[in-house]
């Protein structure tokens, strides 16, 4: 008999999924979206994750969990996204839960690492590290993204960008400590590894969809990972 309930409840939960999915695909088909909410679905998901957002921060300032507040909070998303709009921000890749899982446990051991590095060479009795700024490019094609993989690297302690290339996507990167060959090798594989993770989280090469509203090196970055890779031209 459990064993009967419990493919009945399989059952009933893969019929749910289904029906659900019969209905995404449908209304994505056949219902136009009007510009205001987006006009795409994407973008739409955007705005109601900003909606959500916003009615989150207020009720957080509010500091009382309420139904007066979360109407309040609602209300006040909708006024500030309509008459207050930000520049319109493109939404070109997909996101991936499990490779955005993996890559904040990353930065965790990278911040619990770099911390204890770094500390180190505050208090140990010898010469001050050597830092410098490096330069170095990076495939990530998403303003967003980039934006992102630029707060990774502030994050990290030790790293710092002071400057960014917007055309050419080149970060001018301050490094703490790069007083051997072994510490420059160490710091080219964990902007390798960022840029890799970053793609594999939210723009991979087969889900890429250009926005018009994208506007930076074609000739570079249409070219896949694994092109560019191999090309090996591309300064760092």
Known sequence: ???????????ALLGIFWAFGTVFVWFAEHVTLPDWLG???REVGVRLWTVAWLTSVWVLLWGTVSWANILGGLLAAVLVLTLLPLPRVPV?????PVSIIVLAFRLVREFLISSVQVGWVAIRPSRPPLGAVVRRRVAIKSDMVLTLAINYINLVPGTIVVEIDHRRR???IHVFDLSSPKKVAHFDKQIAYIERAFIHAFE??????????????????????AQRDADGKEPR
Request: glycine fraction near 6%; charge should be negative; hydrophobic fraction near 35%.
């Open 1 to 11: 008999m459990r064993a009967a309930l419990t493919n009945a409840w399989r059952l």
């Open 39 to 41: 006009g795409d679905l």
């Open 92 to 96: 070109e890749g997909r996101l991936h």
């Open 170 to 172: 080149m970060l001018y």
């Open 204 to 225: 991979r090469d087969s889900e890429w969809h250009p926005s018009p509203y994208h506007g930076i090196d074609d000739e570079y970055h249409n070219r896949v990972l």
